[in-house]
């Protein structure tokens, strides 16, 4: 029998660049209120959010994810043609194929990289970024831009008024690239198909294409399921995140948690006991949820707004659809 070579990558890997890219239109809960019997006060009490972007058709899931990437790519000091390996999270892509990724690499001009989608709704980028970590140290790409993208809006039903406030747009990217000691941890990652259901979309695209339904599909979910699974089940696997790192919410500086609500996030924050020194993201309130692209952008946004400083020792964790989960801790570029 043949005797394989090994793979000769780095013995560990690192996120080396992030960026983010918003929509230009900021859309305040008084517009959501048009369409569904709420109020602000409601929206803002059972959510936290007070604003969100939504995308104009020429901000489009790869023109957003064109801008987040580049951004991404001059923060880590490096080219186009450096990136061998691009993995997109998102489940608002309409085109089943080709994957969106190939066309934003082409985009970039990034050359021939390895280039594929995946759908792990809100857990998306943990997944992504944990493909490219082992990329990265098994040899297969030296450089992985890694991104998480959303036009949420054109999947929300604006007479739901269990969903209508919440979702947003954006895309947010990072760099994984190599390094000489552990800068991104083991990944605790699962998923519970048996509650599927709590969060989905309310019907296949065949049924609006053959005309059994009128309405276009949506996302729908069942708000206390969620809640109660989020903050109850993600804490014990942000847990488990911090366990396999080998540290103690103690020695945390930053918690990035994927931002589906306000509630949801100070709940795990108490249930972990997390130290008033950790930074906790809190980009909701004026981004609204945008799935995959969620913990990128906060990432950013703490990084660019100086909340987080490079070095910081990161909790991430997403959350979703699924139901899905990723958590792992980071250095933060």
């Not at 019997?37 to 957003?64: F, L, N, Q």
């Not at 065949?206 to 059994?212: A, L, N």
């Not at 014990?236 to 949801?264: E, T």
Request: net charge negative; with cysteine.
């Amino acid at each position: 029998m043949a005797k394989i070579k090994p793979s000769k990558g780095s013995p560990y890997a690192r996120i080396m660049g992030v960026g983010g890219y918003r929509p230009t239109r900021v859309v305040p809960n008084e517009v959501i209120l048009e369409t569904i019997d709420s109020s602000d006060e409601w929206i803002r009490s059972r959510s936290g959010i007070a604003t969100r972007h939504w995308a104009s058709p020429e901000e489009t899931v790869t023109a957003m994810s064109v801008e987040a990437a580049g951004k991404a790519i001059a923060d880590a000091g490096l080219t186009p043609k450096d990136i061998d390996g691009v993995v997109v999270a998102t489940v608002s892509h309409f085109k089943q194929t080709p994957a969106v990724a190939t066309e934003i690499a082409d985009k970039l001009g990034t050359g021939k990289p390895a280039a594929f989608d995946i759908s792990a709704g809100c857990a998306g980028f943990g997944y992504g970024l944990t493909l490219a970590k082992g990329m990265v140290t098994d040899g297969s790409a030296s450089h992985v831009l890694v991104i998480g993208v959303e036009r949420l809006s054109d999947l929300t039903d604006l007479e739901d008024r269990a969903t209508a406030f919440l979702f947003g747009d954006g895309a947010g990217a990072v760099i994984v690239g190599p390094a000489k000691e552990p800068m991104i941890g083991p990944t605790v990652w699962g998923s519970e198909g048996d509650k599927s259901g709590t969060i989905t979309q309310t019907v296949p695209w065949t049924d609006y294409r053959d005309g059994t339904v009128e309405r276009f599909p949506a996302i729908m979910q069942e708000g206390q399921a969620v809640f109660r699974w989020a903050v109850f089940e993600m804490a014990k696997v942000a847990q488990q995140a911090l366990d396999a790192a080998g540290i103690s919410a103690s020695d945390l500086d930053v918690f990035i948690p994927h931002q589906a609500n306000m509630r949801i996030i100070d709940s795990m924050v108490k249930t972990l006991k997390l130290p008033d020194h950790v930074t906790v993201a809190r980009d909701v309130e004026t981004t609204g949820n945008t799935s995959a692209a969620s913990i990128p952008l906060a990432m950013e946004r703490l990084l660019a707004t100086g909340q987080a400083k490079s070095g910081d020792t990161a909790l991430v964790i997403g959350f979703g659809a699924g139901l899905v989960y990723a958590a792992t801790v980071v250095t933060l570029p």
